[in-house]
């Protein structure tokens, strides 16, 4: 997931702390795409949905993550 970028302690900590908030299936889907590099196909798979959710999921997701980023300073 860090592709040449190095993050500091806290950032990672944030980073932590607003998966957190995400509910239960974003938190899965976003887990399998970035830390397992999962593709839409496979989540949809391993989370019994279909593509379309699953894809959703992440986006969503990820809009969420950088609401909650923008809120603490982040963004």
Known sequence: ??????????????????????????????HLRFWENFSIEEIAKEMRVSWYFANELIENGISSLKEKFKDRGIL
């Not at 997931?1 to 980073?15: C, D, P, R, S, W």
């Open 1 to 30: 997931m860090t592709v040449g970028i190095a993050y500091t302690n806290f950032e990672k900590a944030q980073l932590h702390e607003c998966l957190k908030e995400l509910n239960e299936k974003q938190q899965q889907a976003l």
